[in-house]
């Protein structure tokens, strides 16, 4: 099993107003962020040798990079040599995509884009949302990766305040019409410290969907994608073909991966390590020889049992039924409809995995 490469690349334009993720507006770090980096890269190239076949530039927004900042990342990622067929994913804002910048990522190894179209409705990608970009800027961007022929994957947001079924049927159709074989969906469940939680909170922002619209929504995304040859692997996350996003399922499957950049996690079997959310904070502790981490855990084997429980009910391959001590709460969830069990595996049902944290801490 080769580990994964994660690279949290920390810069935004500006803040989306529901977005908890860790990324500020000062692009004047970028310069203090790469070298940051290349002190990490040190740091971990000795306990980390790879090859790494999985290699994912998250944010924040990747694609706000030039080619001279990418140029001199790529050159702090030559410690850590690539498998052969590796997965090589940037995120991307469709505002950032051009032409020139999707070859030069081609021509950099990078051949697979997670794409933040969030909705092809205005209201909601302008109003709801508060993007900068438009529906045309996502068409457009959708048609560059498509010319150049990478493997892309679309990102949405739903259930937004007003939302019909009907409606996000639609915007999931025009998704599967694409040339994308992936789709990553989540449900707008702004935190509590963003600017659309706490609008939500005192009252200044329109209710979202209640629990049973919710539902609604999410149960129908796994219909209309699954008309169109999607198969849901994971509470979110839709592919055709078998173009499943190989990193992601690194963090489902506990397997190894090492997260460089603020707010980076890391997990190389048995221990658990998170980056400080600062660039400031993470840059100083590296210039002064110092691991960044904010948190460092090992987990005991009941908390693992837990852990792998859990991850198993977001994914439709489920989890081994030994896993499972309670065999009557296991037997009543199976009744309700909201397991099946499947040879030595647990599976969840659609309407199970909607609620898989829930089942979770019933059978942990
Ligand atoms: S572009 Fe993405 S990472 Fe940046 S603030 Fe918006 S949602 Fe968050």
Known sequence: ML?????????CSRKCPYCDFYSISALDLIPSWLRGLDKEADLYAKDWPGPFDTLYLGGGSP???TVNDLKTLFEVLEKFPLAEGHEATIEANPEDVTREKVKFWKSLGLNRVSLGVQSFNPQWLNSSLARTHTVEDNKAAIETVAAEGLNLSLDFIFAHAGQSPQEWAAELDQAAATW??????????PAPGTALGRALAVGVAPK???????SELFLLTGEALAMRGFERYEVSNFARGGAVCRHNLKYWHREPYLGLGPSAHSFDGKKRRANTSSVRRWAQALSSGRTPLEFEETLTPEQVRMEEIMLGLRLSEGLP?????DSDKLADLIKDGFLAEVGQRLKPCPKGMLMADGLAKLLA
Not at 3 to 11: D, S
Request: net charge negative; hydrophobic share 45%; proline share 9%.
């Open 3 to 11: 580990p994964g490469l994660y690279v949290h690349v920390p810069f």
């Open 63 to 65: 694609s706000l990079l």
């Open 321 to 325: 039924r030994e896993l499972v001590k």
């Open 180 to 189: 994308a074989d992936h789709v990553s969906a989540y449900v707008l469940t």
């Open 208 to 214: 979202l969907p209640g629990e049973e619209l919710t």
